[in-house]
């Protein structure tokens, strides 16, 4: 039989179950505080996420608006929805415009002028945080009194150049003081302000895009030359309007084909072939290229060439902008064609000219030869009215051997290339004067060289100049001149020689100066010459590269200049 427990043990028993019982009562307590705590952070959770929620609708709306205007509605709306201020503004502006607007504020406030006051009370904020306007800085403007406190956002931006800012109003009525937001009420309106910002850039940037895409858009559609995208496989990508018409294709037709298969030939194909490994080596150039129309006509192209980069600067194709330079072709073949036929022509003419000319003189000095024979020959008594004949055909014959020999000298000087050698001057001037004395006894001749002798130039055509000049003072002197002159003096330049011929002859008007370098003019009707001499002077010293000036004066002489560079 089992002892009976005693009254000692009950007791024990029992204060062990009632302090389990108390312990129990005590967590109890504790998880219904811990419970009653968690109701509180999920009420407050719930009501950050409604904030949360509301502020992504606005954020979403934002995003989707499709106007700048619409933008700007929502920004106040969400301002005044989400973070409790009264009346909300927000102000974007660049130096071209300014935009704003306003929602929850008096009817009759004037918007502009409470930016244009907020605006200086920022000015030397900065624009990386928050700002509190309190009672004592809004009360300096009128416009600003019925305020209490304004909390702003600004932003500014050098690369857009334009500005942006957020308002929130709280009037005396209500008497919230956003002094006393805590840190995160804070950094949650400056992280809507973040967005907000971001996205107006984001709509920007989108927006300018647009419009400078429609713009190359237009200009890639209506310009007159032809623009061609190709990827490095010579596929097209994009052809404009004006490329389909130069080649008879349609958009449809070309994109996706590859350009040299469906315009060019063999040999075509090779240039094009190594211009686009000059792409690959990311280099533009431009080069001909001979091609088909889509009817078989053949085409000549300019094209201008260059290589297209992805964002990280790899070769991804190529762009050429063509111009059809067909017309231009087609006329620089038919010059060359007429320049060669031309050539042909002035070589036979020039071959015309040097055998008729020489076939022509051989029998004149054969006449000329004669006459003077019969002349000496005084055992013969010709007669008076014979002598005179003998004296009109000799001069006759004389003329005519002159006109061949100037026909000669132009056609020589218009042949011939430049032949420079060294020329004794002072032997070749004497000369041409000794020659000419026969014609005018009484004529002195003033020669001054300024010691220059040798000269590095053409002797044919210097002495065919001179021979003309000297001559001409010579034989235009008057009738009656007591002492008849002709003066040639020769100094030199830097770069040039230049020579003076003058005489006190007959002179010429300012009409004749004018003309007497035109072919065939004669300045006088006594003027026994063609008119070609002063012409192929002007010729030959224009060959020469230099230049000739004349003043004259009737009865009082002429003079010429001339300057002849040095060789």
Not at 374 to 380: M, R
Request: one cysteine or more; glycine letters at 6%.
């Amino acid at each position: 039989m089992k002892p009976v427990r005693d009254h000692i043990n009950y007791e024990v028993e029992y204060k062990a179950l009632l302090k389990k019982h108390e312990a129990v009562i005590d967590r109890s307590q504790k998880f219904t505080k811990i419970q009653q705590s968690l109701i509180t952070a999920n009420n407050i959770i719930d009501k950050k996420l409604e904030v949360y929620k509301r502020i992504n609708y606005y954020i979403k709306k934002t995003v989707e608006s499709k106007h700048l205007n619409e933008f700007k509605s929502y920004i106040p709306e969400a301002l005044i929805d989400c973070f409790g201020v009264e009346g909300a503004l927000v102000v974007f502006h660049n130096p071209n415009r300014r935009a704003s607007y306003c929602e929850g504020l008096c009817h009759n406030t004037d918007a502009d002028e409470i930016y244009e006051h907020l605006s200086e009370l920022l000015l030397h904020h900065s624009s990386r945080a928050p700002v509190y306007l309190d009672r004592e800085q809004l009360s300096t403007y009128r416009s600003l009194d019925n305020f209490e406190s304004i909390l702003c956002r600004k932003f500014e931006s050098t690369y857009e150049n334009y500005n942006f800012y957020l308002f929130g109003f709280i009037s005396k009525k209500h008497g919230v003081n956003y002094l006393k937001l805590n840190d995160e009420e804070l950094l949650v309106f400056d992280n809507f302000a973040e967005q907000m910002h971001a996205i107006l850039r984001h709509r920007l940037i989108r927006q300018n895009l647009e419009v400078e895409k429609e713009k190359y858009r237009s200009i890639i559609a209506n310009m007159n030359l032809g623009l061609l995208e190709v990827n490095t496989n010579e596929e097209i990508l994009l052809a404009n309007q004006t490329f389909c018409d130069m080649v008879g294709y349609d958009e449809k037709e070309l994109l996706g084909k590859v350009a040299s298969n469906l315009f060019l030939g063999g040999a075509e194909k090779e240039k094009m072939l190594a211009q686009n490994h000059t792409r690959l080596s990311k280099k533009a150039s431009v080069f001909e290229v001979g091609l088909k129309h889509k009817n078989g006509t053949d085409l000549t192209w300019m094209i201008s060439g260059a290589p297209n980069y992805d964002l990280d600067g790899n070769v991804i194709g190529s762009i050429g902008i063509h111009l059809d330079i067909t017309p231009q072709k087609l006329v620089e073949q038919n010059l060359s064609n007429t320049n060669k036929n031309l050539k042909k022509i002035n070589s036979e003419l020039d071959t015309l000219i040097y055998r008729v000319s020489h076939d022509l003189r051989t029998p004149l000095l054969s006449i000329i030869s004669l006459i003077d024979l019969i002349k000496l020959n005084t055992d013969v008594d010709i007669g008076v009215q014979n002598k005179e004949f003998l004296e009109l055909i000799q001069g006759s014959t004389t003329r005519l051997d002159n006109s061949i020999k100037e026909i000669l000298n132009y056609s020589r000087n218009a042949r011939l290339d430049l032949q420079l050698s060294a020329v004794n001057l002072p032997v070749m001037v004497q000369t041409i004067c000794d020659d000419l004395k026969y014609v005018n006894n009484a004529i002195a001749f003033d020669l001054n060289f300024n010691g220059i002798e040798i000269i590095t130039v053409d002797k044919m055509r210097l002495e065919t100049v001179l021979k003309n000049l000297i001559g001409n003072a010579v034989k235009y002197q008057k009738e009656i001149a007591s002492e008849p002159k002709v003066h040639f003096t020769i100094s030199e330049k830097q770069s040039a020689y230049c020579i003076v011929i003058s005489d006190n002859g007959i002179g010429m008007s300012e009409t004749g100066t004018k003309k007497m370098f035109d072919m065939f003019y004669r300045g006088t009707s006594a003027s026994k010459g063609t008119g070609l001499g002063l012409f192929i002077v002007k010729e030959m010293i224009d060959k020469l590269k230099g230049d000739i000036n004349v003043v004259s004066e009737i009865d009082e002489g002429t003079t010429f200049k001339i300057t002849i560079p040095k060789h």
